[in-house]
């Protein structure tokens, strides 16, 4: 198929024909189901001269697709370049692509001939998180023919990464571990019992004063001050309603299982004769207003963030290869999984097992993804000192033909006067 087919044909019908080889239930599948029942009956031989259809099958499906993001590329579709390098539109579905890198990437797409578009294409086991990343930086080099300053742009953003979650990370196991302590401890006085409470919600306790030791006592005092001078319904709606806490057992909301506040309000409802709908929307807001906005935004946050990852491992693909690929970085994917999982469980319910997991998970995972970057950490000091020099390197070249161009126009226009 020349060049000027691949621009006649219509994307949509390109990915609907890849579909119908590679999709779930489709030609492939049925294949594969094929050789394994004659394994099974040991009549594998019998269908050997099918095999080729095997490899047909996936490499069709791959160019059927890069045909089409071809065709969207030429159209200004940002997802071409995604869909050129091997990801299917389903998951691609509510990402975030940085728009600068893509207009890059899909320039290459666009035009395959004049351009190398071997950079773009997917690599074994990488993810689309991963994909991302590397393009950012490869971007890089192809636009400055560096490619130093390319992995310098590509490991500021990994590291920039790690600094932003695994400090994160050590403090939940750091202060998990500490309130665990004096969670047990208290239990011997049944009536000093000191509750857990709920990651994320600091602010919120310092706001009614009522903020951890470990927080100096001049920010414990100012935040009480502005608690006190904040109008009770907005105090409520920010940190949360201490009143419903009672649905749990609890003084405090940041103490509160929202789990239960939301069953109890709902069993309330019903026994009014609410209707199911009307007693779970009633459990549902009472746990609303008990987390208060801060603490449901973070859940809300944790919670993307281990649907994001859990999709990034299963791209993965099989885990015993992927542990082999890269053992400390799928060890750090799978941590990272777990321990927002746990988070998420920690601030929806704070109990022994929710906070004793989101410690003993975040201390993996801060671990795991130091061992996992520690090369990149040793070597990012020498690559951006190369980086400076070449960029000193370029502004003198810069600044030497601007010194010539105005030589050259002086002389011009002196000869004008002549």
């Not at 797409?109 to 950012?136: M, S």
């Not at 970085?329 to 927002?340: C, E, L, R």
């Amino acid at each position: 198929m020349g060049d000027n087919s691949k621009r006649m044909a219509n994307p949509e019908d390109l990915e609907h024909m890849a579909k119908l080889l590679d999709g779930r239930g489709k030609l492939q599948d049925r294949l594969d189901e094929a050789f394994t029942r004659a394994s099974r009956l040991g009549v594998r031989d019998k269908l050997s001269p099918l095999t080729p259809m095997t490899s047909w099958t996936r490499e069709t499906a791959t160019d059927l697709r890069r045909r089409s993001a071809i065709l969207r590329a030429e159209k200004g579709d940002p997802l071409a370049a995604a869909l050129f390098a091997g990801f299917k539109l389903e998951e691609l579905k509510g990402v975030n692509l940085p728009p600068d890198v893509m207009l890059i990437a899909n320039a290459s797409v666009a035009n395959p001939e004049a351009f190398d578009t071997a950079w773009l294409e997917r690599q074994k086991g990488e993810t689309l998180q991963d994909w991302i990343q590397r393009i950012q930086a490869d971007a890089v080099a192809k636009v400055t023919n560096n490619e130093n300053l390319g992995e310098v742009v590509g490991d500021y953003i990994e590291l920039t990464a790690m600094v932003s979650t695994v400090p994160g990370a050590f403090q939940m196991t750091a202060t998990g571990t500490l309130h665990l302590i004096q969670y047990f401890k208290s239990l011997k006085s049944p009536r000093n019992i000191k509750w857990l409470k709920a990651p994320g919600t600091t602010l919120a306790q310092i706001l009614r004063g009522e903020g951890s030791s470990l927080i100096p006592a001049r920010i414990r005092a100012l935040g009480a001050q502005i608690g006190a001078r904040t109008p009770a319904p907005i105090l409520d709606a920010l940190a949360g309603k201490n009143s419903l806490a009672a649905y749990s057992g609890k003084v405090y909301a940041w103490e509160a299982n929202l789990l239960k506040v939301g069953r109890a309000a709902s069993g309330m409802s019903r026994a009014t004769g609410a209707s199911r709908l009307s007693a779970f929307a009633s459990g549902a807001g009472s746990a609303f207003r008990t987390a208060g906005w801060w603490r449901a935004a973070g859940i809300g946050g944790s919670a993307v963030a281990t649907v994001i990852g859990a999709v990034d491992v299963i791209q993965e693909g099989d885990p015993v290869a992927a542990f082999k690929r890269d053992k400390a970085g799928y060890v750090a994917k799978v941590s990272g999984v777990a321990f927002n999982a746990s988070l998420t469980a920690a601030m929806v319910a704070p109990t022994p097992l929710t906070i004793g997991a989101a410690a003993v998970t975040g201390a993996v995972y801060g671990v795991s993804s130091i061992i996992a970057n520690k090369e990149k950490i040793r070597e990012f000091p020498g690559k951006v000192a190369d980086a400076g020099r070449w960029a000193g390197k370029k502004i003198g070249e810069g600044a030497g033909k601007l010194a010539d161009g105005a030589k050259s126009a002086g002389k011009f226009i002196g000869g004008l006067f002549d």
